[in-house]
């Protein structure tokens, strides 16, 4: 979303987060299911930390970073703001949920896995057995997605639709990574037809992994569309949305990717 589109959207993030859980549960709805059955994570790279504060007041657990340093930090700034406010005020801490929706580099796996619950974009072989390798002192698999191309535009991240099985089978093989899913991204610059069309085909592709039995009873998370997009991707039937600009509003932060 171009900061100009975040501009129209109403005045405050309280305004703009019930807007777009409002139009998420409709799309959920479209599609035959209940506002719970899709997770809206809030891409927060471009908010504050007073924005993400005020969007867990609200009731939002689920956060999404796209640079590992920046998720690490806020983990942290974010879990002792609510220390300190349960210390005072009582009440049970909220479980914070961070995503990693950004790509991932090898030598910031270490760091990303202790932070985030969930990686949304492992796309190649030698990023997942590094998680495999870290994931060695956890008590619990690393649960991550596998990025898949489906529009199949050479600028985009993710491993090619056939080779998708087979990748799962490897995954299988790491008994420290949990396959929880697919994630993909809708094609850039298109309009709602052929953007739906993208996601229809990012559903067909998982549901014949899953109906394959390749990865699992875990392997149950879709999770495709942004601001622009997400309640196309939620009626192709998306069951994780990740939504920045259409929250947080005008960028608060600059957004750079990890160099
Ligand atoms: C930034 C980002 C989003 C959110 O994009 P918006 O258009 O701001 O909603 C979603 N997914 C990924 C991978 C991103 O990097």
Redesign the pocket.
Known sequence: ?TGTDAQTVPGTIRERYELVRARAAEAAARSGRTPDQVLLVV?S?TASLEQIHELIQLGCRDF?E?RVQQLVQRAAQVGEHLTRRHEISGGAVPDIRWHM??SLQRNKVRKAIEACRLIHSVDNLRLAEEIHAQGVRRERPTDILVEVNVSGEASKHGIAPPALRHFVDQLDTMMNVRARGMMC?GPLGAGPDEVRSVFARAKEIFDDVRQSGAGGPHFDLLSMG???DYEIAIECGANVV?????VVGPPQVEDAEDG
């Open positions: 979303m891409v790279k999404g796209n929706v950004g991204m942004m601001s622009g990740r939504v920045g600009g259409a």
